[in-house]
């Protein structure tokens, strides 16, 4: 009886110490899946930040022949002219707050949202919610700044990067950002789909 006794206990030995060398394992794990996240989203909030204020600032008057009138006139652009860049602005400034908010949900649960499948879910469907929203914007806004690079002879707009020159620099600026936002949202929402094996 001694000895089935001690081969229990070694037998449990060995059994228990693969299972707590696991789970230090995914502790591990799981706070680089957290830490890459948290750095992640301070990225996002910088680069939406940056592209709402180049976006505010891209106002340029110029004087300019007016080909209806026949005269000579100030006028300016800025991006409340335009729908579609309303549109991206208001975009970006969701996704700067998203990523905010998204940034303390991480802080103030921590562990507990790496392990509940649940809350992950909710991360996964608002990070793509946010992708789609940002990503119409980005196009949209896209499609407007390219006919005012290269206007259209087709139905008669005009280029008007030639004369906004200032104008188009910051909304090309903020587009390229925009981008890059992109992608990390894209790299965020891969790594809460394998956060549940992180």
């Not at 830490?35 to 204020?53: C, D, E, H, P, Q």
């Not at 690079?149 to 909304?171: Q, T, V």
Request: hydrophobic share 50%.
């Amino acid at each position: 009886m001694a000895e089935v006794t001690e081969k229990k206990g070694v037998t449990g030995a060995v059994e228990t110490e693969p299972r707590a060398y696991g789970t230090a394992t995914t502790g591990a794990k799981s706070s680089k899946c957290l830490l890459v996240g948290m750095i992640l989203r301070g990225l996002l909030f910088a680069l939406t930040l940056t592209s709402v204020i180049l976006m505010l600032t891209s106002k340029q008057t110029e004087y300019v022949l007016s080909l209806l009138t026949r005269t000579r006139e100030f006028k300016a652009a800025k991006y409340s002219n335009s729908p579609a860049f309303i549109y991206f602005v208001s975009a970006l400034w969701l996704v700067c707050g998203y990523s905010v908010a998204s940034m303390l949900n991480t802080l103030v649960c921590r562990k507990k949202c790496a392990s509940n499948k649940f809350l992950i879910q909710i991360i996964i469907l608002s990070d793509v919610l946010v992708f789609g929203i940002l990503a119409s914007a980005t196009g949209t806004a896209g499609g407007v700044a390219y006919i005012g690079l290269k206007g259209n002879s087709h139905i008669g707009w005009f280029k008007i990067c030639n004369i906004y020159d200032k104008f188009c620099r910051h909304i090309a600026a903020s587009l390229v950002l925009s981008l890059i936002a992109l992608v990390i949202l894209v790299i965020l929402i891969v790594i809460s789909t394998l956060q549940t094996r992180c």
